[in-house]
């Protein structure tokens, strides 16, 4: 399973989504931060002022001690709040009054200590312990409450402690269902605004894509509508641009192929008609079979340069009608060439002239190193077609494979066209194949033999 989305969107609004957690979460911890140290300084402002109360009766000499006065809290709304607090204890001992159990509380005691030296409170020092939270059941409200003994104690100038005492509930947290709540809103409203984002980049980037993909030699290349934000649009605008380049490039590449094509042909008829003067007969006929030898290159190389800049229209073409037609003719030449007993039918809209070009050569490919060929019609996954001509040659290694349609590659390392060839019909065969939107795949059989295959996709219409 691919945690990580592959379209642009998906990964926007992953990212946002985990920025935004990210961010509840550090918003939660300083929240919960906040509220902690708010709740020790009201603590604290309340033991400093019952301190500072306590040392003013000492010095006038007024009694102290038990359950003093009540002080509530900010951030206390319950009364049941304030009546805990009310239960508050004063203590004067020669030592800090803490309960056995307390742990140290330097938090407080330092907030204490602000308190006490902003009024003006001489006192030696202070410190503070709380005991752990204690789960109990108030008969007044009939539900559990959470509560804190907390103490602060402070040394006063003749060497004796006041120490205040006190219960103090704790609020439970329900700060988590609020992040909760306030995360899927957000996150709701910012997938919503990104996915209004990603629509208007994915829509032309996607028509961007399927354009250059669609762009093949010979089609008339219609400019990609400009759409999206202004980055994407000058995108669009370059590549249109480039596409119009390419074309150009490509006309001009086939007219200079038309003169010179022309320009070799007339000196080679001229050179034809000169050695037909030539005296000896074996001298003649060698002199011509190169003359031959070379127009027949000369016109391989144009079919190879032409192959990609076709200009012959795309129509309907029953391709099972196609292939008996070219078996006919090798037929009819006493050539091994049969077609296959299964097939299916298939329409497709190709250049019949240039698939049938394609289609020969690699017939002649198998007839002239397999002794033979047989051609079939196979249906492939995804609704394409294949034309397959298969053979029982030798084979070739299968690291050469790949570079039998490149130009010039032959599976026979002679320069005699009888046995090398030219090697340039596979490699006209591939350019006709990617020409019709299909590739060109060749493998050896099992059993001995290759199999070389013209895949062409569904009609796009």
């Not at 599976?411 to 066209?417: A, I």
């Not at 006709?432 to 219409?461: K, S």
């Amino acid at each position: 399973m691919r945690l990580w989305p592959r379209s642009l969107s998906g990964q926007l609004m992953l990212v946002t989504a985990i920025a935004l957690l990210v961010a509840q979460a550090i918003n939660l911890t300083l929240l919960v931060q906040a509220q902690r140290s708010e709740r020790v300084a009201s603590v604290a402002a309340g033991a400093a002022a019952q301190i500072a109360d306590t040392i003013d009766r000492l010095a006038l000499g007024l009694p102290v001690g038990g359950r003093g006065p009540g002080t509530n809290l900010r951030g206390l709304n319950e009364d049941e709040d304030a009546r805990l607090l009310r239960r508050r204890r004063i203590l004067i001992d020669s030592e800090p009054r803490f309960r056995p159990g307390m742990e140290d509380w330097p938090q407080l005691a330092t907030r204490v200590q602000g308190f006490l030296d902003d009024a003006n409170v001489d006192v030696r020092t202070v410190a503070a312990a709380r005991t752990p939270l204690e789960r109990r059941f108030d008969p007044v409200s009939r539900r559990e409450r959470v509560t804190v003994m907390v103490a602060a104690a402070a040394q006063i100038e003749d060497g004796r402690w006041i120490t205040v005492r006190a219960r103090m509930p704790v609020p439970q947290q329900r700060l988590g269902a609020g992040i909760i709540i306030q995360t899927i809103i957000l996150g709701l409203m910012l997938l919503v605004a990104l996915g209004f984002v990603a629509r208007r980049v994915r829509r032309p980037l996607a028509a961007l894509a399927k354009a250059a993909a669609d762009t093949r030699p010979g089609d008339a290349a219609q400019p990609v509508a400009e759409d999206g934000p202004e980055d994407v649009r000058a995108l669009i605008r370059a590549f249109n641009a480039m596409r119009g380049r390419i074309h150009s490039m490509l006309g001009e590449k086939d007219r200079m192929l038309g003169a010179v094509g022309h320009d070799l042909r007339t000196p080679l008829a001229s050179l034809r008609v000169r050695v037909e003067s030539v005296a000896d007969v074996r001298q003649r006929d060698a002199m011509i079979a190169t003359i031959e030898e070379m127009a027949a290159m000369l016109d391989d190389i144009l079919a190879l340069a032409r192959a990609g800049q076709p200009r012959e229209e795309r129509v309907e073409t029953d391709l099972a009608a196609l292939l008996a037609s070219v078996t006919e003719d090798y037929q009819a030449l006493d050539k091994p060439v049969s077609l296959a007993s299964e097939g299916v039918i298939a329409v497709r809209r190709v250049r019949p002239v240039a698939l049938r070009r394609a289609v020969r050569n690699l017939i002649d490919n198998a007839v002239a190193y397999g002794g033979s060929a047989t051609i079939g019609l196979n249906d492939v996954a995804g609704g394409s077609v294949a034309i397959c001509i298969t053979d029982r040659g030798p084979g070739i290694a299968p690291e050469r494979i790949a570079d039998l349609t490149q130009a010039f590659a032959r599976g026979e390392e002679s320069r005699n066209r009888e046995t090398g060839g030219s090697g340039l019909g596979l490699a006209i065969a591939r350019v006709i194949a990617d020409g019709e939107g299909g590739r060109l795949e060749i493998a050896n059989r099992e059993g001995g033999g290759l199999i070389a295959r013209i895949v062409l996709p569904p009609d796009q219409n």
